[in-house]
């Protein structure tokens, strides 16, 4: 297996903000979600791994190809979806796909199958004909998807592909993404702020905050199983001013257990060992309750976010004592998606 991309003490200085603070990361083949919060470094990372934007200091390879001095080679080879709406209103997707493509040197002839098929892939048919001005947002996206697979490249960098989409048109691009790894063996960078988002979609997972890394590993590491069970009864059957979830805290706690709530319908209780299942099921039916749900809790990507938050004030600072630059994220602006927190 081939490194997709090696990043080396990488840094980028506005004259500002540090937006990259000597980044050292390596990406393996698949689909790989890069994380941060609004601000967090994201965009800059892929500018500067295009060749497009000179890093301030340190290395970095794309496909074996050096980011300083061979950008044009990488840009062959690497498709770019870009974050913000980019395509001419006045034009239909064929003719911009086709520009594209004899852009990156297909000759024309080739441009235009290549067109069609990845058209196709995407999920465009007749409205490629119609100017893209009059497309929905989820249309726009296929297309600017469309235009970064057209010169059949071995690694696509999206930035934001789920942008101003509604659940719907999210679930299909996120399906689309993987198969562009699936079905053509492309290697995907993908950045979103909807962390669950990545959790169904990605198989690593590269977290970035305030420019520095905080965690590179495999989505599964980043959702392995908590020791606590997630319990949810029924109301009683008959007795509608009977407190469920009281009475069962207190019989649960009496039996040994640590039990707190979570929301407004679950408690959460942690595991002693294989009988606190046992001791949860026999509890609630001694009640009389039935039981919506017993099951173990996962981790969720949302909460390495958390728990940084949670760090006294300054350590995220930059070592050499100054402090965080302006533009540090916002850790709201980070949506855990599975948890409903998204916006249509
Ligand atoms: N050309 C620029 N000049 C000055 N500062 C910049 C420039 N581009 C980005 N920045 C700053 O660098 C930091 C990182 O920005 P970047 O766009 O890479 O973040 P991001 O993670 O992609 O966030 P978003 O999702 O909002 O695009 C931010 O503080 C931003 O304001």
New binding site residues.
């Given amino acids: 297996m081939s490194t997709v991309i090696k990043t080396d003490g990488l840094t980028k200085r506005?004259s500002r903000?540090t937006?990259l603070d000597r980044l050292t990361v390596e990406v393996q083949p698949g689909v790989v979600g890069l994380v941060?919060a609004?601000?967090?470094?994201?965009?800059?990372?892929i500018k500067i791994l295009l060749g497009l934007s000179p890093a301030t200091e340190g290395t970095g390879q794309v496909l074996g190809l050096d980011i300083a001095t061979q950008g044009p080679e990488i840009r062959e080879h690497v498709g770019y979806m870009p974050?913000h709406d980019c395509l001419p209103p006045d034009v239909s997707a064929t003719e911009f796909v086709v520009h594209m493509a004899r852009m990156s040197g297909l000759p024309a002839a080739a441009a235009r199958e290549r067109t069609a098929d990845t058209l196709r892939h995407v999920g465009l048919y007749e409205e490629r004909y119609r100017p893209m001005g009059g497309y929905s947002t989820g249309m726009k996206q296929r297309v600017k998807l469309a235009q970064a697979l057209v010169h059949d490249p071995k690694l696509v960098l999206l930035d934001?592909p789920t942008n101003g989409l509604d659940p719907v048109g999210r679930d299909e691009m996120l399906a689309l993404i993987r198969r562009v790894h699936s079905d053509f063996g492309i290697s995907v960078l993908v950045?979103t702020?909807l962390l669950g988002e990545l959790e169904r979609t990605c198989d690593h997972l590269v977290v970035i905050d305030g420019g520095k890394l905080l965690r590179s590993s495999s989505t599964a590491s980043f959702t392995g199983s908590t020791r606590l069970l997630a319990v949810e009864v029924t109301d009683h059957p008959t007795d509608r001013a009977f407190d469920a979830d009281a009475v069962l805290t207190e019989r649960l706690t009496a039996a040994g257990l640590t039990v707190r709530p979570d929301g407004s319908r679950i408690l959460l209780v942690e595991i002693a060992g294989e009988e606190t299942y046992d001791t949860v099921r026999d509890t609630v039916d001694d009640l009389g309750l039935g039981l919506v749900r017993l099951e173990q809790r996962r981790h969720r990507v949302a909460e390495i976010f958390s728990t940084r938050a949670d760090e006294p004030a300054g350590q995220p600072g930059a070592p050499d004592g100054t402090p965080d630059?302006p533009?540090t994220p916002d850790h709201d602006a980070l949506q855990d998606a599975s948890a409903g927190g998204e916006q249509a």
């Fill in positions: 506005f903000v937006a941060g609004n601000g967090a470094g994201k965009s800059t990372l974050e934001e950045t702020h630059a533009g």
